[in-house]
């Protein structure tokens, strides 16, 4: 019986472990949390956000993931008519992530839309509408002291490692 040593090949393997990209230091999953929680058919997670206590009982499987994120910008919008501001995550998404959230937002009116920073909920926005722009805003639930000008740059730095990781794989995160 003939052995084949495989020793010779190491050093290949050792090389393209090397050239593939580093994963996203922040792994960016939006959530559905239904309106009826109760009638959805996904197994659920029960959140409480951490600034706002607001719960909801969102679907454990994402509907995407930060590779289908073309940008994120920090944003503050008005409330009403007052002289009150929140802060928040003015998100654009690509074609995929647009459709996406059209169909998530559409079936879901009277729900809230979750975000997740590796497994930790971070922002919220309700559904009053149907999102068929393909940008979204999510209101933080960061505290005050956090430095949402550095989040946001975090965030842009593991949106383009998602799509190089992505573009390199083409697994369709």
Not at 42 to 49: D, P
Not at 80 to 106: C, E, H, K, P, W
Not at 150 to 173: F, H, P
Request: charge should be negative.
């Amino acid at each position: 019986m003939k052995k084949i040593t495989l020793l010779p090949l190491l050093p290949l393997v050792m090389i393209l472990q090397a050239c593939q990209p580093e994963p996203p230091e922040h792994l960016l999953t939006f959530h559905v949390a239904p309106p009826r929680a109760p009638y959805s058919q996904q197994k659920q997670e029960e959140i409480v956000m951490p600034l706002s206590k607001t719960r909801c009982a969102a679907d454990g499987a994402h509907i995407f993931t930060i590779a289908r994120v073309d940008s994120v910008d920090l944003a503050q919008v008005q409330i009403g008519d007052t002289n009150d501001y929140v802060m928040g995550f003015l998100f654009t998404f690509d074609q995929v992530g647009t459709s996406r959230i059209y169909q998530a937002t559409a079936n879901n009116i009277g729900g809230m839309i979750l975000l997740k920073d590796n497994g930790n909920p971070v922002a919220l926005r309700h559904i009053d509408g149907v999102v068929s722009s393909g940008q979204l805003f999510m209101v933080s639930e960061f505290s005050e002291e956090t430095n949402l000008h550095l989040v946001v740059e975090k965030w842009k730095e593991s949106i383009e490692r998602a799509k190089e990781l992505n573009s390199i794989t083409r697994v369709g995160l």
